[in-house]
Nanobody, 126 residues
Framework: QVQLVESGGGLVQAGDSLRLSCTASGRTFNTDAMGWFRQAPGKEREFVAR????????NYADSVKGRFTISRDNAKNMVFLQMNSLKPEDTAVYYC???????????????????WGQGTQVTVSS
């Protein structure tokens, strides 16, 4: 019973920046990790970034490390993804996801997350 809504996607040129936002509502007290995944046409959904409730650690896919930054504002039930130096290969639908505090799956596994947003399109032109 958690709802996630993403926003902030759009069409940008290579090298530009975007900031994605995800707002959570409902019974969020039993969630901990918040993550971002992305999926391009014809490809599998892939892990992008993850942050726990405490915000004291972060995890990134190698493809975005050093360019993307994940953060969260627990008072507002929001998580963000700051994307800098965007590349055409970053083009995808970006999904916000939430998972329980305790689980059996690794943070980069889609099975670790119980709730998903509708996705927001990010398109990076050359």
């Amino acid at each position: 019973q958690v709802q996630l809504v993403e926003s902030g996607g759009g069409l940008v040129q290579a090298g530009d920046s975007l900031r994605l936002s995800c707002t959570a509502s409902g019974r969020t007290f039993n969630t901990d990790a918040m993550g971002w995944f992305r999926q391009a046409p014809g490809k599998e959904r892939e892990f992008v970034a993850r942050i726990p409730w405490s915000g004291d650690s972060t995890n990134y896919a190698d493809s975005v490390k050093g360019r993307f930054t994940i953060s969260r504002d627990n008072a507002k039930n929001m998580v963000f993804l700051q994307m800098n130096s965007l590349k055409p290969e970053d083009t995808a639908v970006y999904y916000c996801a939430a998972g329980p505090r305790y689980g059996r799956y690794q943070y980069y596994d889609v099975s670790a997350y119980n709730y998903w947003g509708q996705g927001t399109q990010v398109t990076v032109s050359s």
